[in-house]
T-cell receptor
């Protein structure tokens, strides 16, 4: 029983394309996150939603647009992909917002932009 | 300089050795997390603590709020402990988000 799942696991695409990554959690958590892990392995928060409402929006290009149709799903859509978008993207969830609760991570989506 | 610094960056140990990973931070925090990233890329939360010490199996995490420092100890290390260990803090200044250290890559040889 996968707690936090992401699809696809690997995504290879050309510059300029638009792509989406989906995330679902079956833990009943109220808060979901998107993180980006760059080639140096640093993790950085991109977005966080609590009960379908955006609560964290870091300095991310507006080509990135999160969408939360319900509190179990947080999808990430990326327009006009650039080479620098190549990274591993992790979805996570927690019961409470604010980093004071254990976060459960998805398996990651490795995005390669050619 | 990052708000969260980990040391060492890389660590190699022989099976059975005691391992210590350090995390120092420069801001006031309300919580500190230790995460483990497996060679395959998956991330698992190990501990979340705001004071004192927590133990789970062979893993022990301690935090000293006054010194702004936390340590993760692995006792009787095993090759399956080989992973990247990441420290993350929730700081009062940063609001509702975690700030991550750069990770410590641990290799335990049989």
């Amino acid at each position: 029983d996968t707690a936090v799942s992401q699809t696809p696991k690997y995504l290879v695409t050309q510059m300029g394309n638009d792509k989406s990554i989906k995330c679902e959690q079956n833990l009943g958590h109220d808060t979901m996150y998107w993180y980006k892990q760059d080639s140096k392995k640093f993790l950085k928060i991109m977005f966080s939603y609590n009960n379908k409402e955006l609560i964290i929006n870091e300095t991310v290009p507006n080509r990135f647009s999160p969408k939360s149709p319900d509190k179990a799903h947080l999808n990430l859509h990326i327009n006009s992909l650039e080479l620098g978008d190549s990274a591993v993207y992790f979805c996570a969830s927690s019961q409470a917002a604010g980093g004071t609760d254990t976060q459960y991570f998805g398996p990651g989506t490795r995005l390669t932009v050619l | 300089k990052n708000e969260v610094e980990q040391s060492p960056q890389n660590l190699t140990a022989q099976e059975g050795e005691f391992i210590t990973i350090n995390c120092s931070y420069s801001v006031g925090i309300s919580a500190l997390h230790w995460l483990q990233q497996h060679p395959g890329g998956g991330i698992v939360s190990l501990f979340m603590l705001s004071s004192g010490k927590k133990k789970h199996g062979r893993l022990i995490a301690t935090i000293n709020i006054q010194e702004k420092h936390s340590s993760l100890h692995i006792t009787a290390s095993h090759p399956r402990d080989s992973a990247v260990y990441i420290c993350a803090v929730r700081s009062y200044a940063a609001g509702n988000k975690l700030t991550f250290g750069g990770g410590t890559r641990v290799l335990v040889k049989p």
